[in-house]
Nanobody, 126 residues
Framework: QVQVVESGGGSVQAGGSLSLSCTAS?????IGWFRQAPGKEREGVAA??????????ADSVKDRFTFIRSRDNPKNTVTLRMNSLKPEDTAMYYC????????????????????WGQGTQVTVSS
């Protein structure tokens, strides 16, 4: 069993930055971030494959969002730094984990993840 806990998020003006952290207990091959805006489908934002140190980003956030790994983070914690935020980034953000590694074909598929956090709100005002 893997438990997933998110932290971070909040409110910021357009152009600002926020960080989201996710801690997955136990063994996880792939940790993904998803978001869901009101009335929209949950979509994959980014994923990190722990074993291969491979990162995936949705086109809508590429060059703005980046994973940060640092010595200050516990081993199973990843931080997603979100820069140049836009109002369209406003959503509930969810961290998810699965036991097998990320891959280009499925990292953004919500059905491929077994374990989910409760979500954290990100609000970007114009």
């Amino acid at each position: 069993q893997v438990q997933v806990v998110e932290s971070g998020g909040g409110s910021v003006q357009a152009g600002g930055s926020l960080s989201l952290s996710c801690t997955a207990s136990g063994s996880s091959g792939c940790i993904g971030w998803f978001r869901q805006a009101p009335g929209k489908e949950r979509e994959g934002v980014a994923a990190f494959s722990d074993g291969g140190r491979i990162y995936y980003y949705a086109d809508s956030v590429k060059d703005r969002f980046t994973f940060i790994r640092s010595r200050d983070n516990p081993k199973n914690t990843v931080t997603l730094r979100m820069n140049s935020l836009k109002p369209e980034d406003t959503a509930m953000y969810y961290c998810a984990a699965r036991t097998f590694a990320c891959d280009p074909g499925s990292w953004s598929s919500r059905s491929s993840y077994n374990y989910w956090g409760q979500g954290t709100q990100v609000t970007v005002s114009s």
